[in-house]
């Protein structure tokens, strides 16, 4: 049997190596002439028209503070711009100059990316966004940049070509991700348990060919882990049956502030970038040589004002993601749909479920799908799903889909690795952007990776990809406008070489200056480094004083976590920040860390946002109810909503201490449970001690089992009479014995289980946690 076993393995294994390596020399061809017949607008100019000076280029050593800032122009400097308007306002420009070669509608990873693309190029370019920069699907990511390991499995088992060129091309943008923005991206290191022995080879495998792949675009290789070594690095994993593991490299990046980079860098390089403007219309006129209507440009709204005007271009470019359709109908309103939305939910836990420099894969989930487990800026990302959803500004992440990834992480984790609701720091939804080809002969299918969209009046539409394949997807976008719009670039793509701003004089250890010069604590440091690169020199000369000897600058937004005030002033001043959800969900990322912090953090926010912007009470109140909204996105309960404005619902803060004369009920229907790490508030810790050493007769720590009901009754929790047993087991209690003693610390956590289990009535779903998940085969890339 075990012979028979082991040939129908090897058989397998053979087949996926025979079929990895015809892929293999397939792909190699592939490049081959792709890199031989490539078209080079190049020789097409003079050498000084080609020329490439990059504006945020410095002198400066690399970890040495730069002698001078490119500053980025004021917003209203962009919407004079906008306008047709000289920067000052005035009235100056010629009609020639007041057309854009091209508009681009979407400020997200593809916007931004087309933007840069365009300018880089030469080109003049616009790009707006009606909310702000990566409000959508490109801050609501897995936050990784990868070729896709699952994807490259998929190939190879179904001898799928275009699976196979995707994940090379993929690998490839890798690499670029880590060099144009290297303090924004990281190698990380992410661990494949194995558990069973004939898949260490067939992982083996696959790895080894995810990073023969890569070719010279590789990063670290992968390797083989001992069951010791594997427990010794994630001594959180399931122990039992554990066979050792595979260790394979992607990268890693901060999303949502890759993409304000990438606005302020197209700005660096000429675009016009304005956020919270909405295009309300397209604008038509009819071809001279064609006799067809044409779109020309758009109707604009700054939602900031209210005010409308009208913006000429050669060409408009529909980079909206999920919101595609809205803007496909605004050009032909039978148009049918392109997109086909997809949830994707993530979860941030505390960082101590998982270690600091290393993620997990489950290659193997409930359904067939992979869970990932991604240690990030002091958290752990967990995700995704992908269920088939509506398209919706602001999408919730139901009790459903966050239960589901909870239960798929607890099949991993230890069992003595206890993960609950409780300690969910933060979940959102983000939409992936699936799409149908309107002129494929089936348009059901959903295209494997993005496509580019010419509609008949001309308007460009570019939908689907991933975040790590943007630059690819921006740069095949700007060449189609190019040859669509007839426009006149004086330099080809650049963009696989042009460093996002903050690159240019960042070192790893830059960090260390920074506490030298300016007196910031390491954590913080560390953070401004990471998050700013060269800029974090800029943003430490915004900061307050904290009074005291050391630190002696910044002060602390939250005091869990390393943002400080400086932050929001160089958000507002230097990367177009308008709102305290813009602050607190896209530069900060506190939102996204933990929710109820970023709930506590608002009052502050806001405080020096109004010093910046001038608000008065009415605006500030206005933002603050806008940030409750945004929070209940991201996890928190509609119950916050109900609080009063002026102060912080005290049941949510996390300070405090433990008063052993305290007594009084436990409240277990407790709606801070929710977000609150603690299953218990420092009061109720105080009625549990109290009443606890009122039955501890012998002052011992210890009760009898007879005692618990009396207990249970003397601080009025409700006793689950039909299953309290199952409790006691599962705390290791002798319950059948009525003299068996108790610890205060079973007690606590049976009083923690029972909390747990009475507010999970009512907000977990009651159905099977299977998801409504779009097939596997048909999900194509990822976010």
């Excluded at 209210?306 to 039978?334: Q, Y």
């Amino acid at each position: 049997m075990w012979r028979q076993h082991i040939a129908r393995k090897a058989l397998k294994y053979g087949t996926a190596g025979a079929a990895a390596s015809a892929l293999g020399y397939t792909g190699y061809s592939y490049y081959q002439k792709r890199t031989s017949k490539s078209f080079n607008l190049i020789s097409l100019y003079p050498e000084s028209l080609v020329h490439y000076s990059d504006p945020l280029e410095t002198p400066t050593s690399p970890g040495m503070r730069p002698h001078a800032f490119w500053t980025p122009p004021k917003r209203q400097e962009m919407i004079n711009d906008l306008k047709g308007l000289a920067r000052d306002g005035s009235d100056t420009k010629t009609a020639q100059e007041r057309e854009f070669d091209l508009v681009i509608i979407g400020g997200g990873a593809t916007g931004a990316g087309c933007a840069l693309d365009a300018a880089t190029r030469g080109l003049k370019v616009a790009m707006v966004e009606r909310d702000d920069f990566a409000s959508g699907t490109s801050s609501k990511s897995t936050k990784l940049v990868h070729g896709g390991v699952r994807y490259l499995q998929k190939a190879i088992m179904g001898l799928d070509y275009e699976q196979w060129k995707m994940v090379r091309e993929a690998l490839h943008e890798r690499k670029t991700f880590l060099k144009i923005a290297p303090y924004l991206s990281n190698e990380l290191p992410i661990l494949l348990p194995v558990y069973t022995w004939w898949q260490l080879p067939y992982f083996w495998v696959g790895c080894k060919m995810y990073d023969l792949l890569a070719g010279k675009q590789g990063i670290t290789g992968s390797y083989i882990m001992s069951r010791s070594k594997t427990l010794e690095t994630f001594p959180m994993l399931r122990a039992e049956n554990l066979v050792g593991s595979m260790v394979y490299f992607d990268g890693q990046h901060n999303d949502a502030r890759m993409n304000s980079a990438l606005a302020v860098t197209a700005a660096a390089h000429g675009a016009v970038v304005a956020n919270h403007v909405e295009v309300t219309s397209l604008i038509k006129e009819k071809d001279e040589a064609t006799g067809k209507e044409v779109v020309r440009g758009a109707m604009m709204r700054d939602n900031e004002t209210g005010e409308e005007w009208a913006v000429k271009a050669k060409g408009v470019i529909n980079a909206t993601g999920p919101f595609s359709d809205a803007i496909l109908k605004m050009d032909e309103p039978n148009m049918p749909d392109i997109v086909a939305p997809s949830s994707g939910v993530h979860l941030v836990l505390p960082s101590y479920f998982s270690p600091k420099n290393m993620g997990m894969l489950d290659p193997a989930t409930t359904d067939g799908r992979v869970v990932f487990f991604l240690p990030w800026e002091g958290g752990v990302v967990a995700g995704t799903t992908d269920t088939l959803c509506d398209v919706e500004a602001n999408p919730k992440p139901s009790e459903k889909e966050i239960e589901w990834i909870l239960s798929e992480i607890r099949r991993f984790l230890s069992p003595d690795v206890k993960i609950r609701r409780g300690d969910v720091l933060s979940a959102w939804s983000g939409i992936r952007p699936l799409v149908r080809d309107p002129k494929a002969k089936n348009t059901k299918d959903l295209v494997r990776n993005h496509m580019i969209h010419v509609s008949d009046s001309g308007l460009i539409t570019i939908a689907g990809g991933k975040w790590t394949t943007y630059r690819e997807m921006a740069k095949e976008t700007i060449d189609k406008a190019i040859d669509a719009f007839k426009l006149q670039p004086v330099r080809d793509c650049q963009t696989e070489n042009v460093r996002l701003i903050g690159s240019h004089a960042w070192s790893d250890t830059m960090f260390i200056k920074l506490v030298q010069n300016f007196g910031v604590d390491l954590e913080v440091a560390k953070h401004l480094s990471h998050n700013y690169g060269d800029r974090a020199w800029a943003v430490c000369a915004l900061a307050n004083h904290t009074g005291s000897q050391f630190p002696s600058l910044g002060q602390r937004i939250h005091p869990l976590y390393p943002f400080i005030d400086a932050e929001v002033r160089y958000a507002v001043q230097y990367e177009y920040a308008l709102s305290a959800v813009d602050v607190i969900g896209r530069r900060l990322r506190l939102a996204f860390l933990d929710a109820q912090a970023a709930r506590e953090s608002i009052p502050k926010v806001i405080d020096i946002m109004a010093g910046e912007l001038g608000w008065n009470d009415s605006r500030k109140r206005t933002e603050h109810r806008k940030a409750l909204e945004y929070l209940t996105t991201m996890g928190l309960p509609d119950s916050i909503l109900e609080e009063d404005q002026s102060s912080i619902n005290e049941a949510g803060k996390r300070q405090g201490y433990v008063n052993l004369r305290t007594t009084g009920n436990l409240d277990f229907l407790d709606p801070a449970s929710y977000y609150r790490r603690g299953v218990f508030s420092a009061e109720e810790i105080g009625a549990i001690l109290s009443a606890f050493s009122e039955f501890d007769v012998h002052g011992d720590g210890h009760i009898e089992v007879k005692d618990i009901k009396p207990f249970f009754e003397s601080i009025k929790v409700p006793v689950p009479q039909e299953n309290l047993s199952e409790y006691l087991e599962a705390a290791s209690i002798k319950h059948t014995d009525p003299s068996s003693s108790v610890e205060f610390e079973q007690m606590f956590d049976i009083l923690g289980d029972i909390k747990e289990a009475v507010n999970a009535k009512g907000r977990l779903p009651k159905e099977n946690l299977k998801l409504n998940q779009i097939p596997t085969h048909r999900s194509g890339g990822s976010v």
